[in-house]
Every structure is written in structure tokens, then in C-alpha cells.
């Protein structure tokens, strides 16, 4: 059963940052937000209430700029995170 609320972007809680990234996924939506750490990413899943669910340092497998616009596609849970910027999809991997 899927619930209608998850396709639609909720607004951004007040514990995130603005920089948050919306990910709508079959059952339910999740919130996610990237960081540069040095040499890796800082990348913490939330829930659609703001709860974090996950955090964890990942490096990408491509080029990638937070500075840069991009979106959050799906696979993306706990150990691994895909974006799309300029057109290209770029992994992220728990390290």
C-alpha cells in the first residue's frame, strides 16, 4: 500500500538545513543532507518528520560539488547515495 503523502515534497523541518534534498521513495520519503568533510562527504539520512535515521562518511565515485546544483535519486539508503548533477549519476560509498 503506498501512502499519498510520500510523493509530494513536505516542507523542510526546522531541524534541517535549507540544503536538505527530498527523496520520494514507494512507502515513504526521506530527507537528506551532504557535506564536505576534507576528503569525504558527510551524508545524513532523515525521516520526513526529521528524525535521522543514518549518517555516515562517503566518498564519490565521479566528480562531485555540493557547491553545485543536484537531486537525490533512487538507490540511495544507508550505505550507498546516488545523485544526478550535470547529468551525471554519481555514487556515493560508505567508507
Known sequence: MRRSDSFSKPAIPESLPRSASWLSGEIEGFWFVIERNDEVYSIARY?????????????????????????????????????????????????
Open 47 to 95: 525521516s520526513q518528520d526529521g528524525t535521522l535515521e543514518c549518517s555516515g562518511y562517503f566518498r564519490p565515485r565521479g566528480s562531485f560539488s555540493v557547491e553545485q546544483e543536484y537531486r537525490i535519486v533512487s538507490p540511495s539508503h544507508c550505505g550507498l547515495v546516488t545523485v544526478i548533477q550535470n547529468e551525471n549519476s554519481v555514487q556515493f560509498v560508505l567508507v
